[in-house]
């Protein structure tokens, strides 16, 4: 609803109709599950403003990069947040195993949002770092 009304609004010159890019869980937002409000606030810049355009949700059902996994033919590193609310750990594996032979998983016992921050975010770098060296740096 939110996003055709904002829809609508676009095609007469209107301003845009926003929602929250983040909200408390049941709440109208882009991102509404149980982490996404108080994550976002911690790793959002200061002066961020938490909105966004509400016509995105119009075809966010259709953003599955996942579906597109087959099609990757390079190696790749893909960090999976294990205990993360929207996106299932077990969907990510079956598409891993289409990708490239040389692409490898990363799993992390944390949320969705942990990676960015603390101990968790230096060890989501230092794994990147690895892979990087393994598969650009000739032997």
């Given at each position: 609803m939110n996003g055709q009304r904002d829809m609508v609004r676009s095609w007469f010159g209107l301003s845009?109709?926003?929602?929250?890019?983040?909200?408390r869980a049941?709440?109208?937002?882009?991102?509404?599950f149980t982490e996404?409000?108080?994550?976002?606030?911690?790793?959002a810049p200061e002066d961020s403003v938490n909105e966004t355009c509400a016509r995105i949700m119009i075809r966010m059902d259709r953003y599955r990069p996942i579906t597109k996994a087959?099609?990757?033919?390079?190696?790749?590193?893909i960090q999976i947040c294990n205990q993360d609310e929207p996106v299932r750990a077990e969907n990510i594996d079956k598409a891993i195993k289409k990708m490239d032979p040389h692409s490898e998983a990363g799993n992390y016992?944390?949320?969705?949002?942990?990676?960015?921050t603390g101990d968790n975010f230096e060890q989501a770098i230092a794994d990147q770092l690895e892979f990087f060296?393994?598969?650009l740096i000739p032997e």
């Open positions: 845009p109709h926003k929602i929250p890019i983040a909200g049941g709440s109208i937002a882009v991102l509404s996404a409000y108080g994550a976002f606030s911690k790793i087959g099609k990757v033919k390079c190696p790749a590193l016992a944390i949320g969705h949002f942990d990676i960015y060296r393994k598969h």
